[in-house]
Every structure is written in structure tokens, then in C-alpha cells.
T-cell receptor, first 117, second 109 residues
Framework: EADIYQTPRYLVIGTGKKITLECSQT?????MYWYQQDPGMELHLIHY???????EKGDLSSESTVSRIRTEHFPLTLESARPSHTSQYLC????????????????FGPGTRLTVT | DAKTTQPNSMESNEEEPVHLPCNHS???????IHWYRQLPSQGPEYVIH???SNVNNRMASLAIAEDRKSSTLILHRATLRDAAVYYC??????????FGAGTRLTVKP
């Protein structure tokens, strides 16, 4: 069983608000990822991290920012939400080479469905 | 970047085998072939991966062509719970997982 959690599961918020989507994993994984997915569409990688104090941008340009202060925690922040940010946001984690175990598997959280009105 | 081509959708009958194809003619020698699936209203979950040899696990089998330009995910007995979008992904490391549109599998009772 994957132990990766996202809160909130659903969020409806007005334009201009600052929001933080939480993602935590209890597996001790070094790598963590954020994906964005519109309904019925592809997943797009927007951020990833190799470990504490590491953050990288993914394929899809995003106005969101991330931080990685603790191994288990990888929050995503939108400083000023807009209707164009309406989407589902999925967090994932995986081991790194050298940690042992199954290197290639990404474990996904249940996602946060964000609606900006 | 190496890309994959999958049918948009497939149908299967319950308890029958399902063969989900994936073409990846530009695969590089270091690319692994990964399969994930996404059940409705959930995040994707890992199914199987391989490099050159066929692979089996409790969920599925992966058959890889000898030239590695195509692969097939095999569900031996489809159940209603297998209805999902199945993604075939090429990646050397899992920083670079590009989920395409995938194949939407419908399982009929």
C-alpha cells in the first residue's frame, strides 16, 4: 500500500486567493513530483524534487511554486489563483537509486481537484 | 524524446484476456518501458515495467518485441475493476515520465 497523502481532496476558491496544496509521504522516498491533469486529458509534470532543498520545473510551465524542506513533505503553492488554474493536481513519490527497493515505481496520491471561480 | 502510440480506446469482455498494444519505434537503448493505469477518480498506479525481456507480475504480463519497437500489456482475465486508462511510457529514469493520452479500457460484463 502506498502511503502518500494529499489535502485537501477538493477545493473551490475565489480568484486572487493564495492556496497551498499539501502532499506528504511516509515511505522515506527521496524523489517527489507534482503533475497537473485536466479532466479526460494527459498528465503533465509541473515540478519535481530529488530530495531536501531540491526543486526542478517539469515539462509544463506552471505559475505554481514548490518547496522541499522535509523529505516527507512537498507542498505546492499558488500565490494568486486564477480560473485557468482549475485542474486536478496529483502528487507522486519514488525511491532513488541506492535506496534499494523498487527504483522505477512512482506512487501517486489521490489528487486535489481545484476549482477557481 | 521517444514517443509512444496507443489506441485511444479498447473494449473487452469480463474474464477474457486483454492485449493492450504500444508502439515505440524511436525507443533508445536505455529506455525502460513502463505501464501505469489510472482508475476513475484516482491517481495512476504502477502496473509493470521491462527493458528487453518479457515480464510477469501479479497484475499483468509485458511482452516486448525483439526489436523493442513495440510492446503489449496483457491482462490475463479482465475484471470490471480493470476498467481504466492504461499508459505506456518510455523512460530511462523516473524523472522523465511522460504520460500520453493512454488507452481507455472498457470491460463489459
Amino acid at each position: 500500500e502506498a502511503d502518500i497523502y494529499q489535502t485537501p481532496r477538493y477545493l473551490v476558491i475565489g480568484t486572487g486567493k493564495k492556496i497551498t496544496l499539501e502532499c506528504s509521504q511516509t515511505m522515506g522516498h527521496d524523489k517527489m513530483y507534482w503533475y497537473q491533469q485536466d479532466p479526460g486529458m494527459e498528465l503533465h509534470l509541473i515540478h519535481y524534487s530529488y530530495g531536501v532543498n531540491s526543486t526542478e520545473k517539469g515539462d509544463l510551465s506552471s505559475e505554481s511554486t514548490v518547496s522541499r524542506i522535509r523529505t516527507e513533505h512537498f507542498p505546492l503553492t499558488l500565490e494568486s489563483a486564477r480560473p485557468s488554474h482549475t485542474s486536478q493536481y496529483l502528487c507522486a513519490s519514488s525511491e532513488s537509486p541506492g535506496q534499494g527497493g523498487f527504483y522505477y515505481e512512482q506512487y501517486f496520491g489521490p489528487g486535489t481537484r481545484l476549482t477557481v471561480t | 524524446d521517444a514517443k509512444t502510440t496507443q489506441p485511444n480506446s479498447m473494449e473487452s469482455n469480463e474474464e477474457e484476456p486483454v492485449h493492450l498494444p504500444c508502439n515505440h519505434s524511436t525507443i533508445s537503448g536505455t529506455d525502460y518501458i513502463h505501464w501505469y493505469r489510472q482508475l476513475p477518480s484516482q491517481g495512476p498506479e504502477y502496473v509493470i515495467h521491462g527493458l528487453t525481456s518479457n515480464v510477469n507480475n501479479r497484475m499483468a504480463s509485458l511482452a516486448i518485441a525483439e526489436d523493442r519497437k513495440s510492446s503489449t500489456l496483457i491482462l490475463h482475465r479482465a475484471t470490471l475493476r480493470d476498467a481504466a486508462v492504461y499508459y505506456c511510457i518510455l523512460s530511462y529514469n523516473n524523472n522523465d515520465m511522460r504520460f500520453g493520452a493512454g488507452t481507455r479500457l472498457t470491460v463489459k460484463p
